[in-house]
């Protein structure tokens, strides 16, 4: 791997600064809500968080391809320079969003319903997880509409726009977070209402890229809405909500697990995600300049960019896990600490923090492969990996190891494994005789 510093590092430099600082701050919503819960004096209303949390992500996790997607075609229509194309892209993603919103919204009575319904939690972490769920749903077209603003951001590789937009809503989450529940004193709701009002202030940017893009968006709605590509659309994005679905429904299961162990156990792992989704946010910043990286080179159809994005995409990955692994091994006892002031919690944490390390490591590979194939377009392969690392997973758990929380970690290390062994070994023989 060439550790040289070449315009394209600049270039990968360029585009995922800004998302890596910027992709942090969201789980770092879900710290700050921690927190807020933390310092209430009772387990159950971080237990709570954590069910609530996540549902609604099992729900919007699983349409989140929404943004790579946005980003995938973005790309592709750049690099081949084509703005009918990007244009169209666009529009059939909304429209394909915006279906998908409206149903969940017609269903959320029952989609809460079922889904509290499957964790064995105490009735106390029940009721509030239902009271959680009941603002948080509103925000789904808001958040579609959000992963699709930032995703063709990151396809045209304006990344400081990217940036800025994700930070305000989340700067404004955790302020609302503070008002709310300290100033006002409102509990779980006031978490839930701080995330939804943050959630709708997208629009105020939505507004601003119409007007100010030269894209000329407005005048080719009805023109572009139904065409034959909207098919392509259609397909690509029933192969990405499987792998999303799949990947979703681990974590589910593993929350699902983590609440049959009890209370201490479920708000142990519940922490312990959140320092994951810490990660893993700042990973997929890389991940995403993959993404652009690897698009463009295909729009361009110039197969030494397209090996060279890869190898560069993977070699800050590696440097960006290693730097994240020492910040949390120097500073994880303080944000225990701080976290919660429970000492049966905080010695719980302390404990299990080893898997979470063991993680980091194995999904380095996931996520930034995971970029790679997405800047393809060949989510066929990557629904394909999902299956097969999901079936290891679900194997693993349900039939071989025996029903405890060291066990159930265990499984969660092994689905990431798994996930980078497949994608590695297929990019590597593809890359061979690779056409366009």
């Known amino acids: ?66 943004k790579s997607i946005t980003t995938g075609f973005v790309s592709q229509s750049e690099g081949s320079s084509s703005n009918k194309d990007l244009i169209k892209s666009i529009i059939h993603i909304f429209f394909i969003s915006m279906i998908i919103s409206s149903v969940i919204l017609i269903f959320r009575n029952q989609i809460i ?44 590789q304006k990344t400081t726009r990217a940036m800025i937009i994700i930070i305000f809503i989340n700067v404004l989450n955790i302020i609302l977070d503070y008002l709310f529940v300290i100033i006002l004193g409102l509990s779980i709701e006031g978490v839930a209402i701080a995330s939804l009002i943050a959630e709708y202030s997208i629009l105020i940017f939505v507004i601003h ?12 709605i009805g023109l572009h809405l139904f065409s034959n590509s909207l098919i392509k659309k259609i397909f690509v994005n029933i192969d990405m909500f499987i792998r999303s679905l799949i990947l979703m429904t681990c974590f589910m299961y593993f929350m699902l697990q983590s609440a049959s162990y009890g209370n201490i156990a479920l708000a142990t792992n519940t922490v312990l995600l959140n320092f994951f989704f810490i990660f893993s946010y700042g990973i997929d ?46 500073t994880s006892d303080l944000l225990i600490a701080y976290i919660t002031n429970l000492e049966i919690l905080r010695l719980s944490i302390e404990s299990n923090i080893l898997w ?47 029903s405890t929380n060291d066990f159930l970690w265990i499984s969660f290390l092994m689905f990431f494994l798994s996930r980078s062994l497949l994608l590695s070994t297929h990019l590597f023989s593809r890359l061979k005789n690779y056409q366009f």
Do not use: C
Request: glycine fraction near 8%; proline fraction near 1%.
């Open 1 to 66: 791997m060439n550790l040289s510093f070449t315009k394209l590092d600049l270039k990968v430099l360029k585009i995922s600064l800004p998302l890596i600082v910027s992709n942090i701050t969201v789980p770092l919503v879900g710290l700050v809500d921690n927190i807020m819960m933390g310092q209430l004096g009772s387990e159950i209303f971080i237990g709570a968080i954590g069910v609530g949390s996540i549902i609604i992500s099992y729900i919007l996790f699983s349409f989140g391809f929404v």
């Open 285 to 330: 910043g890389i991940a995403h300049a993959s993404e652009v990286l690897v698009g463009n080179s295909v729009g361009k159809r110039d197969k030494s960019i397209l090996i060279n994005s890869i190898l560069v995409t993977g070699k800050y990955s590696f440097f960006l896990m290693l730097i994240i692994f020492l910040i949390f091994i120097s």
């Open 113 to 156: 319903h079922i889904s509290l319904s499957l964790f064995s939690s105490s009735s106390e972490i029940l009721i509030n997880s239902k009271i959680y769920l009941e603002y948080r749903m509103w925000s789904v077209p808001a958040i579609f509409i959000r992963d699709i603003l930032i995703g063709y951001y990151i396809g045209v």
């Open 209 to 220: 890229a119409i007007y100010k893009e030269k894209r000329n968006f407005k005048n080719q």
């Open 356 to 402: 979470l390390y063991g993680v980091f490591v194995f999904a380095t590979v996931a996520f930034w492969l995971d970029g790679v194939y997405i800047g393809l377009l060949d989510t066929r392969f990557i629904r394909n990996v999902m299956i097969l690392s999901g079936t290891v997973f679900f194997s693993l758990e349900m039939f071989v190891f025996e």
